[in-house]
């Protein structure tokens, strides 16, 4: 399958539902452009991890087909190690591996550089080479806005740029695209090796943990107030 956009969508339980899985794994939806469902993304995390860490704890995402329930196949494991954040210090920076599911190979990994100003990450290859860069707006680290662009940079002197991940909740015509900010979209070049865009796809998770964690958990907890 040739792809050259990818939505992911964070499936929130709705009513008492909600108030239940407050300290639950994370699931998403993979989808693409034309709106088919194509993976699940399964998190697999310690209840200690999700009720005392919150979006600092570590995790892997399962990455299932969409298929028939007796002949899914799961093709990717996403894991990311436990960190912390900080505006103004480069300690315990985030790093996410991605890795085949059926063989167990490295594809690739995300490295957050430290940068007071904005969030900055490298993406590399699986022999640790950086391929491509992200880099997101200035001052969202700190001040967490409803919007976000982050812009996927070729590497080099003359960097360019190949592609985005936005998500974004503050107009109506957002929402309307993007679900009312449960919904990732990300674009790249559709002869991008596949490796790389398993790590981009990867990407999306991470930053949904990094700067909408919090966001997410107070609409759960809305939708269970409204619902009572």
Not at 48 to 61: A, T
Not at 80 to 101: A, G, H, K, T
């Given at each position: ?9 964070h ?10 899985r407050?300290?639950n794994e994370?699931r998403?939806r993979v ?16 209840a200690c991890?999700?009720c ?6 570590d995790w892997d ?5 969409q298929?028939p329930?007796?002949?899914?196949r799961?093709?990717?494991r996403i894991?990311r190690s436990?960190r912390?954040?900080?505006?103004f210090?480069?300690c315990?920076?985030?790093?996410m591996?991605v890795?085949d599911?059926?063989s167990?190979?490295l594809?690739g990994t995300?490295?957050?550089n ?12 699986a022999y640790?080479?950086?391929v ?6 200035l001052h969202?680290?700190c001040?967490g806005?409803r919007?976000l ?5 070729s ?5 360019s740029?190949v ?8 107009s109506?015509?957002a929402r ?10 990300i674009?790249f ?8 865009k398993?790590?981009l796809?990867?990407a999306?998770f991470?930053?949904?943990?990094m700067y909408?964690e ?5 609409r759960?907890?809305?939708?269970h107030?409204?619902?009572s």
């Amino acid at each position: 399958m040739r792809l050259d956009r990818l939505f992911v969508e964070h499936e929130l339980p709705a009513g008492i539902e909600a108030l239940r899985r407050l300290d639950n794994e994370r699931r998403y939806r993979v989808t693409t452009a034309e709106g088919e469902h194509i993976y699940s993304a399964i998190e697999e995390s310690s209840a200690c991890g999700r009720c005392c860490l919150g979006r600092h704890r570590d995790w892997d995402f399962h990455l299932v087909e969409q298929r028939p329930a007796t002949d899914r196949r799961e093709v990717l494991r996403i894991a990311r190690s436990r960190r912390c954040e900080s505006c103004f210090f480069p300690c315990c920076l985030q790093e996410m591996s991605v890795y085949d599911s059926a063989s167990g190979e490295l594809l690739g990994t995300l490295a957050q550089n430290w940068n007071a100003l904005r969030p900055s990450f490298s993406v590399r290859d699986a022999y640790g080479e950086p391929v491509l860069g992200l880099k997101g707006p200035l001052h969202l680290r700190c001040c967490g806005p409803r919007e976000l662009d982050f812009i996927i940079n070729s590497t080099g002197k003359q960097q360019s740029s190949v592609g985005v991940i936005t998500k974004k909740w503050s107009s109506d015509l957002a929402r309307s695209f993007f679900k009312d900010g449960q919904s990732i979209g990300i674009g790249f070049p559709v002869d991008l090796d596949v490796k790389i865009k398993a790590v981009l796809l990867g990407a999306c998770f991470l930053i949904d943990f990094m700067y909408f964690e919090d966001n997410d958990n107070g609409r759960r907890r809305n939708n269970h107030r409204s619902c009572s």
